[in-house]
T-cell receptor
Framework: SQELEQSPQSLIVQEGKNLTINCTSSKTLYGLYWYKQKYGEGLIFLMM?????EEKSHEKITAKLDEKKQQSSLHITASQPSHAGIYLCGAANYGGSQGNLIFGKGTKLSVKP | DGGITQSPKYLFRKEGQNVTLSCEQNLNHDAMYWYRQDPGQGLRLIYY???????QKGDIAEGYSVSREKKESFPLTVTSAQKNPTAFYLCASRAPWAGESYEQFFGPGTRLTVL
């Protein structure tokens, strides 16, 4: 079965610093989804990547999918306290039933003002 | 506004009791999902339904039950058979297949605590 490993598990950065979160899959990714979660709340969709080498940006967040489609990174530029939360990557689970996503364990980001 | 609602936000249960978590969506989505989230863990799939009157077990279905009598509703019952039910429960839905996206939309979650 497919597994997603996220690194680091947690991250504390000073406001204004850049940071990167990684998501590595045990199998080829056919769709990689990044979500953000504030503690005790639901998940907010950030971006989806499908093609090898694809890169998408929204405001100060950039996500990339490598050419081999087994690793994705999420980069935040000039971090702000509003970026704090848990970032989860999810992938279409082609080993299971259609439409299901499997998720990494998440990366907890804290931004110190 | 379209979206997914879950109720209650907090739920306390005594050991041996069954409790039902509500999930409603007005997005006209066919597929709905229930996940469980524990501290430091990702989301684990409990049950999912791709169409009314049909549902399938996910990875950790033991001790849980669901129904899907209406498109808009997908309630989850946590039974007394679930040995460790204290967790954060998330409901999600997905639009009909229209290409390549499996994007799921999530509700705000229900935190269940067993006393």
């Amino acid at each position: 079965s497919q597994e997603l490993e996220q690194s680091p598990q947690s991250l504390i950065v000073q406001e204004g610093k850049n940071l990167t979160i990684n998501c590595t899959s045990s199998k080829t990714l056919y769709g990689l989804y990044w979500y953000k979660q504030k503690y005790g709340e639901g998940l907010i969709f950030l971006m989806m990547l499908q093609k090898g080498g694809e890169e998408k940006s929204h405001e100060k967040i950039t996500a990339k999918l490598d050419e081999k489609k087994q690793q994705s990174s999420l980069h935040i530029t000039a971090s702000q306290p509003s970026h704090a939360g848990i970032y989860l990557c999810g992938a279409a689970n082609y080993g299971g039933s259609q439409g299901n996503l499997i998720f990494g364990k998440g990366t907890k980001l804290s931004v110190k003002p | 506004d379209g979206g997914i609602t879950q109720s209650p936000k907090y739920l306390f249960r005594k050991e041996g009791q069954n409790v039902t978590l509500s999930c409603e969506q007005n997005l006209n989505h066919d597929a709905m999902y229930w996940y469980r989230q524990d501290p430091g863990q990702g989301l684990r799939l409990i049950y999912y339904s791709q169409i009314v009157n049909d549902f399938q077990k996910g990875d950790i279905a033991e001790g849980y039950s669901v129904s899907r009598e209406k498109k808009e509703s997908f309630p989850l019952t946590v039974t007394s058979a679930q040995k460790n039910p204290t967790a954060f429960y998330l409901c999600a839905s997905r639009a009909p297949w229209a290409g390549e996206s499996y994007e799921q939309f999530f509700g705000p979650g229900t935190r269940l605590t067993v006393l």
